[in-house]
């Protein structure tokens, strides 16, 4: 079974960047995987931001860019607001066709 | 838009039915999942279903205890959990899977419904 990891939080100062990354314990994330990152506020559904690695939605602030780093997904926020403080989630396809999500990384902006 | 509904209190041993009802696409053109969320915990799988509804996939955890099944004429989307266990009691969502030229993205999601078990 895959268990995808993410760091648990993250501080970020406003007007910084921070990047949160996703990794696979199968191996590395590649574009197969057509990894997706997905903010969550608290008592609300999740919010697609990214997807197939580095798509944007037409909602996505420019801020947020997904890509791959080193065999992991990346997510970078560039330019960060108070309001993405929020719970983020990697999320990967697997040949099953099943969801696997990462564990979830906590962002806060201080 | 997606719209949950079925959650409630529910005794160990015991089953219920969520439902999802869906507007504003064209249903049966999508994959549709169940993902649920422990208070407090992340989101996890659950389930999936694609659009003509005959291939479906589940999570280890649920697998002979939960049924997913769609109604492409309603728009709606169903997940009958039964067996229902402590660690089952979660917010479940239902959401949309879409294809494109650059793959695959799950874009639209429901609110939830909560679904608790305990006696």
């Known amino acids: 079974q895959t268990v995808v990891t993410q760091e648990p939080s993250l501080t970020v100062s406003p007007g910084g960047t921070v990047t949160l990354t996703c990794a696979s314990s199968t191996g590395a994330v590649t574009s197969l995987h057509y990894p997706s990152w997905l903010q969550q506020k608290p008592g609300q559904a999740p919010r697609s931001l990214t997807y197939s690695t580095s798509n944007k939605h037409s909602w996505t602030p420019a801020r947020f860019s997904g890509s791959l780093l080193g065999g992991k997904a990346a997510l970078t926020l560039s330019g960060v607001q108070p309001e993405d403080e929020a719970d983020y989630y990697c999320?990967?396809?697997?040949?099953?066709?099943?969801?696997?999500f990462g564990g979830g990384t906590k962002l806060t902006v201080l | 838009q997606l719209v949950e509904s079925g959650g409630g209190l529910v005794q160990p041993g015991g089953s219920l039915r969520l439902s999802c009802t869906a507007s504003g696409f064209t249903f049966n053109n999508y994959a549709m999942h169940w993902v649920r969320q422990a208070p407090g915990r992340g989101l996890e799988f659950v389930s999936a279903i694609n659009g003509d509804g005959d291939s479906t996939y589940y999570a280890d955890s649920v697998k002979a205890r939960f049924t997913v099944s769609r109604d492409n004429a309603k728009s709606t989307l169903y997940l009958q959990m039964g067996s229902l266990r402590a660690e089952d009691m979660a917010v479940y969502h239902c959401?949309?899977?879409?294809?494109?030229?650059?793959?695959?993205?799950?874009?639209?999601w429901g609110r939830g419904t909560m679904v608790t078990v305990s006696s």
């Open positions: 959401a949309r899977e879409a294809y494109d030229s650059s793959g695959y993205y799950v874009d639209i």
């Open positions: 999320l990967l396809f697997s040949s099953g066709g099943n969801l696997v």
